[in-house]
C-alpha cells in the first residue's frame, strides 16, 4: 500500500530526512518513535503532500501511484489521512461546514454522489458519538478554542468521517487525559480493518496497550535506525534511545 | 494644483435655475473657504497615504438635466427583499420608482433647509465637507418622529452611469428623534465611466434612539468616492454601522462619531475588498465627549494584485469622559506581495477612568490552514475561498435585517470567488 525507498527531504536548505525505508501493507499497524526532532512529522508531512517541505531523493508510492508530485488534496482522496499533531485553529470557518466540504470532496474524488445536507448531519451525529463530542463541537469553528484534547478527538472525528486507507497520526495520544486515550484508541482499533492500514507516531507505550501493532520502528536523525516487534515499545520506554 | 474646473463648475450651478437661491450662501461661504484651503496635500496627518493627484487633475462637470435618465431607470439587479427604496440616478431624485416606510418622513434639501430655518447643519472637518456644501445636489433628508419604530428598512440607491465625466455630491440628513428606531441603507452602484462621488451624511440619534446604518460602495471601476459621514449621538442611543465596498478606482472613508449623550454606544464594522490597482481607504474618528460611552471599530481588509489600502482610526477619550470602553480592531489580509496596507490604529485618552485596547495585524492567508484543508480532500482553490470568507465574515455576521445580511454575503462571496 505505501512504499518508501531512500526517501531525503529538506526544508530551507537543511536536510531532515536522510533515507527513510519503510513498506506498510493493508491492515498493518506501524508504530514510528524517536527522539525530539527526529523528523517524524516531517514524515507525516511529506507523506501528506506539505510542499514547505523539498523531496530532494527517494521515492513514495501510494497504492501503486508516485506521490512525489500528487496535490495534497489528490492523496487524501486516494485515501491518505494525516491527523495532525498541532492541528490549525481556523476563526470563522465553521466545523461542520469544513467537514461536510471535506467529506464532499473527497466523496467526488472517489466518485461517489455528495451528501446531501440532511444526510451528512445523520452521519456525523453517528461519529460524533464515537468520538464522545457533543453536537455543539460542530457548530463552532474548526478548533477555535478547542482544549487540546478536543483538538485531537475532532482529528480522530475527521478521520472516521473521511474513512482512508492509511492513517497517520501524529501523537495523536499526546495530551489525552485516560478517558480520551481509550476513545482514540477504541476508534483506531474499530475502523482496524484488512484493507485500513496506520502508521502512529507516539513517545509512549500507553496507547499501545490498547492495541496490536504489527511493528516499531526507531526514527532517529533521519532515517529508521531500528524496527521490531510490539516488546521493542516497552524497551524504548525503559531504557530510552542513547543504547541504539 | 489647480482649483479652476472646480472654480468654473461652481459658477455654471449658480446660474442653473434648479439649484435653488436660498442655498446659495452657505454655498458660496462653503466654497470660498474651499479655495482658501484646497485639496488635502499628503503632508497633511491622516493623508499621508491618500494619494489625490488623479482625482485633482479630472474635469468633473456638475450633473446637469441631460444626465438625468432617459428612461425609468432599471432596478432589479439591486432588489432586497422587504425594504423600500429611494433612488438617485446621476444625482437626480427619481420619484416614479421611490417611497419610504410608514414613519419615515422624506424631504428635500430645501425643504429640510426651511425647516431648519436656514441653519442647515455643515460641518468643515475637511475640504470635502466644504466641496459637498458647495455642490451638493440631490438632498434627501429622512425625519422619524418621537417614539416611532420604523418596522421596514429604507434605502438609498445611488446609480451613476453613462460616459461624461460629472461629479454628484449628494447630501443626507437622517434625524431620529427620541426613542425611535431605523435601519437605513446607503448604496452605491453603477456603471459612470468618469465619477467623482463626494456624498455627506449626517446623522443625529436623539436619546434612547437606535440605528442600524448598512453602507455599501460598489461604484463603478472608474469612481473616485469620497465619503464624509458625520454621526451624532445622544444619552442612551445605539449606532451600528456596517460597511462593505468592493468598488471604485479610488474610495476614501471620513467617518466621524461623536458620542455625545451619557450609556451611548456605537460600533462600526467596515470590511473592504480591493483587487487591481483600487485604494480602498478608512478615516474613522470616534470622540468619546461623555462619561459611560463605549465604542469600538472593527476594520477589516482583503487585498489582491496591487491594490493598497489605509486605516486611521482615532479614537479620542475627552478629560471628563469617565467609564470609558473603546475598542479598535485592525486585521488585514494580504493575497499578493505588491498588495500594501497601511494601517494607523491610535488612542487619544485624557481620562483615567478608561478601558480600551487597540490592536492591528497584516499577513498573508495562514499556509498551515490552508494545507490542513487540503490534506482533507478539499482542492486548493476551494480551500482558499473558505479561508477568505472565514476571515472576513465576522464584520458582517452581526447585521440584523437578514436580507440585507444575505445580500452582503451574496455579493462577498462572488467577489472572493
Ligand atoms: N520550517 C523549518 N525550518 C527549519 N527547521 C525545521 C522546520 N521544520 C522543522 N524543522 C526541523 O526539523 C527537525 C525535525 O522536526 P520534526 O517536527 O519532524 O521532529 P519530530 O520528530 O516530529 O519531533 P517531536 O517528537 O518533537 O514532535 C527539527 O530539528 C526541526 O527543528
Ligand atoms: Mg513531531
Known sequence: MLKIKNLHAQVEGKEILKGVNLSVKPGELHVIMGPNGAGKSTLANVLAGRDKFEVTQGKMEFSGNSLVDMLPENRAGEGMFLSFQYPVAIPGVNNMYFLKAAVNAVRKYRGDDELDAVTFLKMIREKLKVVELDDSFIHRPVNEGFSGGEKKRNEILQMISLEPKLAILDETDSGLDIDALRIVAEGINNYRNNDRAFILITHYQRMLNYMKPDFIHVLMNGKIVKSGPKELAHELEEKGYSWI | ??????????????????????????????????????????????????????????????????????????????????????????????????????????????????????????????????????????????????????????????????????????????????????????????????????????????????????????????????????????????????????????????????????????????????????????????????????????????????????????????????????????????????????????????????????????????????????????????????????FVIEVMEKIKFEPIKNYIDKKMNTWIA
Open chain 2, 1 to 390: 494644483m489647480s482649483l479652476t474646473n472646480f472654480q468654473n463648475e461652481f459658477q455654471k450651478l449658480l446660474d442653473r435655475k434648479y439649484f435653488s437661491p436660498e442655498l446659495h450662501p452657505v454655498r458660496k461661504d462653503a466654497f470660498s473657504k474651499f479655495e482658501a484651503i484646497g485639496f488635502p496635500t499628503q503632508k497633511w496627518e491622516n493623508w499621508r497615504f491618500t494619494n489625490l493627484s488623479a482625482l485633482k487633475e479630472n474635469h468633473y462637470l456638475i450633473s446637469e438635466v441631460k444626465d438625468a435618465p432617459q428612461k425609468t431607470p432599471d432596478i432589479s439587479n439591486y432588489k432586497i427583499e422587504d425594504l423600500q427604496t429611494i433612488v438617485i440616478y446621476n444625482g437626480h431624485f427619481q420619484q416614479d420608482i421611490s417611497s419610504v416606510p410608514e414613519g419615515v418622513q422624506l424631504l428635500t434639501g430645501s425643504e429640510y433647509n426651511e425647516l431648519k430655518n436656514n441653519q442647515l447643519n455643515h460641518s468643515e472637518k475637511s475640504p470635502f465637507d466644504l466641496l459637498n456644501t458647495a455642490f451638493m445636489d440631490s438632498g434627501v433628508c429622512l425625519i422619524v418622529g418621537k417614539n416611532t419604530i420604523v418596522g421596514t428598512p429604507v434605502r438609498i440607491l445611488f446609480i451613476s452611469d453613462g460616459d461624461s465625466s460629472i461629479m454628484v455630491n449628494p447630501r443626507l440628513h437622517i434625524d431620529i428623534e427620541s426613542g425611535s428606531l431605523l435601519t437605513f441603507i446607503e448604496e452605491y452602484v453603477g456603471n459612470a465611466t468618469s465619477l467623482f462621488q463626494n456624498e455627506a451624511v449626517y446623522i443625529t440619534i436623539e436619546k434612547n434612539s437606535e440605528v442600524e446604518h448598512i453602507r455599501i460602495q460598489s461604484s463603478s471601476e472608474n469612481t473616485h468616492h469620497m465619503a464624509n459621514l458625520h454621526v451624532e449621538q445622544f444619552e442612551d442611543s445605539q449606532y451600528n454601522f456596517y460597511q462593505y465596498e468592493d468598488g471604485g478606482k479610488f474610495s476614501r472613508n471620513n467617518i466621524y462619531v461623536d458620542l455625545n449623550g451619557e450609556n451611548s454606544e456605537c460600533r462600526i464594522n467596515c470590511l473592504s475588498l480591493s483587487r487591481g490597482t483600487q485604494h480602498l481607504d478608512n478615516n474613522i474618528v470616534v470622540n468619546h465627549n461623555c462619561p459611560h460611552t463605549d465604542s469600538s471599530q472593527i476594520v477589516k481588509s482583503v487585498l489582491f494584485d496591487k491594490s493598497t489600502g489605509v486605516f486611521n482610526g482615532r479614537t479620542v477619550v475627552q478629560k471628563d469622559a469617565q467609564k470609558i470602553v473603546a475598542h479598535q480592531s485592525n486585521k488585514n489580509l494580504l493575497l499578493s506581495k505588491s498588495a500594501k496596507m497601511n494601517s494607523n490604529p491610535q488612542l487619544e485618552i485624557y481620562a483615567d477612568d478608561v478601558k480600551c485596547s487597540h490592536g492591528s495585524t497584516t499577513g498573508q492567508l495562514d499556509d498551515d490552514a490552508l494545507f490542513y484543508f487540503q490534506s482533507r480532500g478539499i482542492p486548493k482553490n476551494e480551500a482558499f475561498v473558505l479561508l477568505v470568507s472565514g
